[in-house]
């Protein structure tokens, strides 16, 4: 859990913008984001921050904030891809936790 909240807040920090983002890329990393959403919702794992940051980022997109919308979208894409990751390491990981 802990790799996982290194792991977002390091996505965090990469996907801060070094240019200032076109309105193209905004809608294309909003499209991205909600593909990365449904495959975690498909797997089980959504969580419920990855649906924050979708909302933050169709906000600034619609208020034309493109930076914005773009730094939120590639966070929503991050939380989905780790509770993808984390779904995945649980599936297996639990057994450790069984006691035998």
Do not use: C, Y
Not at 18 to 34: G, K, M, W
Request: aromatic content about 4%; overall charge negative; proline content about 1%.
């Amino acid at each position: 859990m802990i790799r996982a909240i290194i792991l977002s807040a390091g996505f965090a920090l990469l996907s801060l913008p070094a240019f200032a983002a076109t309105q193209a890329e905004a809608e294309a990393a909003l499209a991205a984001a909600h593909e990365a959403e449904s495959e975690a919702i498909a797997a089980k794992a959504a969580w419920t921050s990855t649906e924050t940051a979708l909302s933050n980022a169709r906000k600034a997109l619609a208020a034309g904030k493109w930076d914005e919308a773009k730094a939120a979208a590639d966070e929503a894409i991050a939380q989905a891809k780790l509770s993808v990751e984390q779904a995945n390491e649980q599936k297996t990981l639990w057994r450790n936790a069984v006691v035998r």
